[in-house]
Structure formats: C-alpha cells, structure tokens
C-alpha cells in the first residue's frame, strides 16, 4: 500500500499486507483505511500489453469488490502495466509491490493534477 497527500506532493509506501484469506485481509485493510475515512483507494488493474481486460484484471476486480465492499464508492481502478519493472528501477532492493504501489499512487496524482 502506498499513500499521498492531497495534493499529491508526498507519496510513500506505508504498509504491505500479506494475502492469507477475505476475512483476514479484509480486517486487516479495514484497520489501516479507518485511518483515512475519505481516501480515494487506488487498486492496480492487470491489464494485458495491449490494454485490454483478461483473466487476471477480472480476478483483480472480483477480489477487491470482495475486500473493499464496505467502501467501494471510494475505489477507483488504474493499470498497473509495467509498475513492477519500474519499481525494481527505483528501488532495486527495495519491496518491489510497495515500491510499484507508490508509482501507480504517483501516477494517478500526476494525471489528477492534469485536470
């Protein structure tokens, strides 16, 4: 998980969760997010080379409409395309899906402030 301020000046990886099942990992998302009452929650969406939806961006739906149901008014999805390789760019020894976390959180600011 990363985080940003409002205005998108600040961005940093905060927490990395451990997938075990839905209850667990919906508790324990749930106990970071109460922390941000009115945050927009970006979740990374597998998209293929050629932007389109496969097998692995409808999991990634599914799964967070199971975790995030309580706040799914909050949920904004962005491709998460190549993020992976960026971070291990930025940070080479660094948590690799804190680190891709921080640069989609990066990105959707940036294309925010664009409006």
Do not use: C, K
């Not at 099942?21 to 324990?28: G, K, Q, S």
Request: charge should be negative; charged fraction near 25%.
């Amino acid at each position: 998980m990363a985080i940003s301020d409002a205005a998108g000046g600040f961005v940093a990886h905060r927490h990395v969760i451990e997938r075990r099942n839905l209850v667990d990992d919906r508790a324990a998302l749930a106990a970071i997010l109460d922390d941000y009452p009115d945050a927009t929650i970006l979740v990374g969406l597998p998209l293929s080379m050629d932007g389109t939806e496969g097998p692995q961006a409808t999991r990634a739906r599914q799964w967070a409409r199971q975790l995030l149901e309580d706040r799914w008014d909050a949920v904004v999805f962005r491709d998460e395309r190549l993020t992976t390789v960026a971070a291990r760019g930025l940070a080479p020894e660094g948590p690799v899906d804190a680190v891709a976390a921080e640069v989609i959180v990066h990105d959707f600011m940036n294309d925010r402030s664009a409006w």
